[in-house]
């Protein structure tokens, strides 16, 4: 009988040779079903096989660590092939080689072991530096630099793992993790102008920076006793805290950094002290969602060995991930244009004036109405003889007097826009950082925080119609007294309201 070697095998091709049994199992399926797992091995690797029927003829011929005679069709199961087993027999182990059916993994590869910094860390480190230093505010650019001044920090972070063994989990990796969500922070900065770059950047360095002391090791990385009892998350806060105190930092601005730590992880069930409750805050969780899960995931797909085209999935995310190729044109793919990547500008807008949050209101100018020409007055006798009465008498009834209504706040928006600040009911919500009072407070004049993103691109929305700013609304004035024995004029152009020096009829 010719041998078939594992690596051989292929989809669709039916096999029948000896291999050594290095696996068995009865294990039940999800429908409750009961079957034989069994994994073969020879020197060239290991196969799944599995039987679904005849199960008490089959389990008791062979134990663990026996030759066996397979025969079956070839399939695959989430991307590797897989023996459906149709006949078995105990194969005798004196006349086989065991050589030739031992099976010895290849090590996974591993980094070099140098303590030196390598050129790829070097340069790391620089590209760090660099984009800390694009942070133009003062107080959070004292704040990170009071962390890369210290010489034990720096350097545990240079060596720090990211995390056990999940993303990033080698020497270096926090510093690799740092410097990407870092930049992933500038360029959505870029794409959302609301953002505050500045406190994007600052919770991209600081998010993690407690895993130097979560973690200990600069491999096979274990969890201190200050990791465990109290958490990265935890640890970060109250290091920062210590550090805006030297360093000066507003407290208002204080609470804005330490939320993107708290924030971080997104929810209270992965840890979160609080969820994300600013902008920054959301993306500062994104981003170290999207970078901590793209080296894992690359990592599972290179710890596969051959072409197979799904990875196991015996994993933390207990799923296969495809590794094979895309069906998509292998060449070299270019972004578009920079002149297209423009930023997006939200603004929010009211649902029925038009009128933005952020800016400041516009007074709209009422229209003059059309001048109607006053109605001729018919006779009595000529309305008697419409409605068939005779003879009616001449009675004119005085319309009743129109008074002007006082009452209203002198502040009150146009019909169809939100009201002012507290006026919930029409959905006024205002600028969103604290400290901000409404639309008509300035840009800029916050006190304790770095930007007003609403109010400052509103305004700039609202340049050109500078002219047509709102204009305080003179007080309403009452309409002059108006004799009971004569009737009021028809309704017809609305009446002036009588200035100073202007005589009045």
Do not use: C
């Not at 979560?214 to 935890?234: I, M, P, Q």
């Not at 109605?375 to 009834?397: L, Q």
């Amino acid at each position: 009988m010719e041998k078939t070697w594992i690596k051989d095998v292929k989809e669709g091709e039916r096999v029948k040779s000896v291999f050594l049994v290095a696996k068995k199992a009865t294990p039940t399926s999800k429908s409750g079903k009961t079957y034989l797992a069994v994994t073969l091995h020879d020197k060239t690797g290991e196969l799944e096989a599995r039987a679904f029927d005849k199960l008490e003829e089959l389990i008791p011929l062979f134990e663990e660590k026996d030759f066996v005679e397979i025969e079956g069709l070839v399939g695959t199961f989430q991307g590797k092939p897989q023996l459906r087993i149709e006949t078995l027999a105990k194969a005798d182990a004196a006349a086989l080689d065991a050589v030739e059916f031992t099976f010895v993994p290849p090590p996974e590869p591993k980094k070099p072991e140098s303590a030196a910094p390598t050129p790829g860390d070097e340069q790391a480190w620089a590209e760090l530096l660099a984009l800390a230093d694009a942070v133009t505010d003062q107080h959070i650019k004292g704040l990170i630099a009071s962390f890369l001044g210290d010489e034990d920090f720096a350097a545990r972070l240079r060596r720090s793992p990211a995390a056990k063994s999940v993303h990033h989990a080698y020497a270096g990796g926090l510093l690799e993790h740092t410097v990407a969500v870092m930049k992933l922070a500038h360029r959505l900065a870029d794409q959302y102008p609301q953002v505050d770059r500045d406190l994007l950047v600052a919770g991209a360095f600081l998010h993690d920076l407690g895993k130097v002391r979560e973690l200990s090791g600069d491999r096979n990385a274990e969890y201190t006793d200050e990791g465990k009892l109290v958490g990265h998350l935890v640890m970060a806060a109250q290091w920062i805290h210590d550090k805006a105190r030297r360093v000066g930092m507003p407290r208002e601005l204080e609470h804005h950094v330490v939320h993107l730590v708290l924030a971080h992880h997104g929810k209270l069930e992965y840890g979160s002290p609080k969820t994300p409750q600013t902008l920054e805050a959301l993306l500062t969780h994104y981003i170290d969602e999207i970078d901590s899960r793209i080296n894992s995931w690359l990592n599972l797909m290179g710890r596969e060995s051959g072409h197979r085209r799904w990875t196991d999935t015996n994993n933390v995310y207990e799923q296969s991930i495809w590794r094979g190729a895309l069906p998509t044109v292998q060449a070299e793919k270019k972004g578009p244009p920079a002149e297209v990547m423009t930023p997006v500008i939200y603004v929010p807008r009211g649902t029925g004036g038009g009128q933005s949050q952020g800016a400041p209101k516009r007074k709209q100018e009422k229209k003059p109405r059309p001048q109607q020409l006053p109605r001729p007055e018919r006779k009595p006798a000529e309305k008697a003889a419409e409605a068939g009465v005779e003879d009616a008498p001449a009675v004119t009834a005085p319309r009743p007097e129109r008074v002007e209504r006082t009452d209203r706040p002198p502040d009150r928006g146009q019909r169809g826009s939100f009201g002012g600040p507290g006026d919930k009911k029409k959905g006024y919500t205002g600028p969103r950082l604290p400290g901000d009072k409404g639309p008509r407070r300035p840009a800029g004049e916050q006190k304790g925080l770095t930007h007003s993103p609403f109010a400052a691109l509103a305004a700039k929305l609202g340049e050109p119609s500078k002219q047509a700013e709102a204009v305080p609304e003179p007080a309403p004035t009452e309409a002059p007294p108006v004799e009971a024995a004569e009737p009021a004029a028809p309704a017809a152009a609305p009446v002036t309201p009588p200035t100073e020096g202007t005589p009045t009829e």
